[in-house]
């Protein structure tokens, strides 16, 4: 106030004109708002791939799928998806043990070892062959391993004369076996036949149905024929015979030991004298057995060859392994004719994986090969490593090799593999 105590006058603010005002818009924390989500990157679980990179890393339990499958319809049909699954297994899989087996003398010496923690409370004494005679009684017979799969084990019995009358289907965790005569085409004539090979396969759980497959080779008889017949425990019989035609140049044809399930189908290696190489195909859906042709430029200078599941969506490959553990994987596939041509997939370079010295014999041996599955067992001087092909993770399983003067390793698994919605 002045001294009269008049109060003092204010500054006369300047009227604006219209243009002057500046128009009504969004707020600060509007526009502050709308900048972020113009410029936001999208999250993981926003993209189908990144988000099936997040859910193969769930813990290899039952309930982990399925309670993944309830949060969402995407994340259901991510889950459920094949590709997903099969890469689920493989990032996962792991055997309960492994069968060692390994030829003395006439007889066969079958062991197992655990590589993961036993099932509850089985019995290690359970994994030991059951005392079933080989050989009907005979002491001159013993069992002989031919495979195992879905948590079952197939054996024939043997003398030193060749294959015998009867075979064995085992499952260790359930305690219980099937003791199933030889064909009746075959019984006691084993040897008018060459190398005689089988699969053990099931539908559903332990106590499920089973099927046996065969596969044998005309050994050096006139006729280049390859034969096959499947067992059904549902029905209690064999099938009938099976036969195809593989050419060959000379001398004889060998069905090999190691086998793989693609879908409904069996496949064995088929050796012929030199460097012949051809696959065996059984299809359980079609009763057909068939013979596919493998260039001699897809595995020339081979040191070894195995069937996988590594083609394109688990399809069927052939793996050729180099020296220093390095493979080549071939699959099969139309090129632009249509026309199925065998065709390089990939390269693997197990040396650098395992990190072997180069020039340094530290790989003494390729232990077995599980194609189903896709793992490699590998005896170094380091210890026998488990490798899976597909995610290219190791791990020791044996510090030494349970092997002094060679065998083969069979991985052992249940039906019910991680993945299994």
């Known amino acids: 106030m002045d001294d009269q105590g008049s109060p003092p006058l204010l500054p006369r603010r300047r009227s604006r004109s219209l243009s002057e005002i500046p128009e009504l818009g969004p707020s600060q924390a509007t526009r502050d708002k709308r900048r972020l989500e113009m410029g936001r990157r999208p999250s993981p679980i926003d993209v189908d791939d990144l988000l099936a990179e997040i859910l193969l890393r769930l813990p290899a339990l039952p309930s982990s799928l399925p309670r993944a499958s309830l949060v969402c319809t995407r994340w259901r049909r991510i889950v459920t998806d094949p590709d997903f699954l099969r890469r689920f297994r493989a990032r996962h899989w792991k055997p309960l043990g492994v069968f060692l087996t390994r030829s003395q003398s006439e007889r066969e010496d079958i062991s197992f070892r655990f590589i993961s923690d036993p099932l509850g409370s089985i019995p290690p004494g359970r994994f030991s062959v059951p005392p079933v005679r080989a050989g009907a009684g005979d002491d001159d017979y013993t069992w002989v391993f031919l495979g195992c799969r879905h948590g079952r084990v197939l054996l024939i019995d043997r003398n030193r004369h060749g294959y015998g009358r009867q075979m064995l289907v085992w499952n260790p965790i359930a305690a219980e076996h099937h003791l199933l005569d030889a064909p009746h085409f075959l019984d006691r004539q084993w040897n008018r036949y060459g190398n005689v090979q089988g699969a053990v396969i099931c539908a559903s759980g332990h106590e499920g149905s089973f099927k046996v497959a065969l596969a044998w080779d005309g050994g050096h008889s006139a006729h280049a024929c390859v034969y096959s017949c499947v067992y059904s425990s549902e029905t209690g019989e064999w099938g009938d015979v099976l036969s195809t035609a593989a050419q060959r140049e000379s001398g004889f044809i060998l069905v090999g030991f190691w086998n793989v399930l693609v879908g409904n189908s069996l496949y064995w290696l088929l050796f ?30 081979h040191r070894g060859l195995c069937l996988t599941t590594l083609a394109n969506g688990g399809g069927l490959s052939l793996m050729v392994m180099a020296a220093n553990l390095r493979a080549q994987l071939w699959e099969r596939a139309p090129d632009s004719d249509g026309t199925a041509r ?34 490699m067992f590998v005896s170094t001087y380091r210890g026998v490593f488990m490798v899976h092909l597909e995610s290219m993770q190791f791990e020791k399983i044996f510090k030494t090799n349970p092997f002094i003067d060679g065998g083969t390793i069979h991985p052992f698994t249940t039906l019910h593999a991680p993945g299994t919605c």
């Not at 696959?279 to 001699?296: K, T």
């Open 272 to 301: 012929g004298f030199g460097s012949q190489l051809h696959i065996v195909q059984l299809d359980f859906g079609s009763q057909n057995l068939a013979v596919i042709e493998v260039p001699s430029d897809v595995y020339a200078n």
């Open 342 to 375: 065998w065709m390089l997939g990939g390269t693997i370079e197990l040396d650098k994986l395992l990190s072997l010295r180069p020039g340094f014999p530290e790989c003494r041996a390729i232990l077995g090969v599980e194609g189903d599955h896709n793992v």
